[in-house]
């Protein structure tokens, strides 16, 4: 049994690798992996353990959205999500180094691991 669950974890960290910065539910999540809701969700607490994932609640809803950390990289960027097409993005080191300045000016340490950023990207006309 205990075998059995480490196949699953691995399966998810391996599907979740191709995925990275994807926000997904634990539920499109399961569908895709061919595993049940309540291991997938169990598995992804063990790998947000591991830091190699991270959780942020749905716009408007209880349900929580999961997203695969790429890199080490990941970590130390702020991520902004398009609300359009659900891509998510790094923010320019330098745009992100002079927000963090500013609030830290302001006394406030910003969490860059946690902190997503929601908008519309250029892509989407986020610009126009
Ligand atoms: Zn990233
Ligand atoms: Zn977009």
């Known amino acids: 049994m205990a075998k059995y669950n480490t196949n699953q974890r691995r399966e998810l960290a391996a599907f979740l690798s191709q995925h990275p910065d994807e926000l997904m539910t634990a539920q499109e999540i399961s ?4 595993q049940s809701v309540s291991s997938v969700y169990r598995n992804l607490e ?3 353990n591991e ?3 991270t959780r942020q609640p749905k716009d ?3 349900e929580m959205l999961f997203r695969y950390m790429a890199s080490e990289h990941c970590a130390d960027m702020i991520h902004m999500c398009c609300s359009e097409c659900g891509r998510t993005m790094h923010m320019d080191e330098n ?3 002079t927000l963090c300045d500013m609030l830290s000016s302001d006394g406030f340490g910003v969490d860059r691991t946690k ?3 929601y908008g519309v990207c250029r892509d989407c006309g986020g610009n126009r």
Do not use: F, H, P, S
């Open 95 to 97: 745009t992100a180094k």
């Open 115 to 117: 902190t997503v950023i």
């Open 46 to 48: 063990l790998l947000e």
């Open 51 to 53: 830091g190699k994932v």
């Open 60 to 62: 408007g809803c209880r």
């Open 31 to 34: 569908e895709q992996v061919d």
